[in-house]
């Protein structure tokens, strides 16, 4: 729950912490302030964070999508 905080004292105009339970907390994204980009990293890092470890070893690291 650090990365939760760290995000919110880094940029509280942008993540705000909305709800902690046991090991998972979740922050509220106002859209208007992030970047697409940025976003999708964030998801999927935080899909990481909680997904099975079978899982993992099958999805390789996070990597920007190509430019069209």
Known sequence: MSEQRALVAERPDVF?????A???GWVVVYLA???ADELAELVFEAW????P???LVTVPD???PAPH
């Open 53 to 55: 470890t079978d899982l």
């Open 48 to 51: 990481r964070l909680s997904a």
């Open 16 to 20: 705000e912490e909305q709800f902690t």
């Open 62 to 64: 996070w990597a920007p």
């Open 33 to 35: 302030g992030i970047e």
């Open 22 to 24: 046991g090991g998972f």
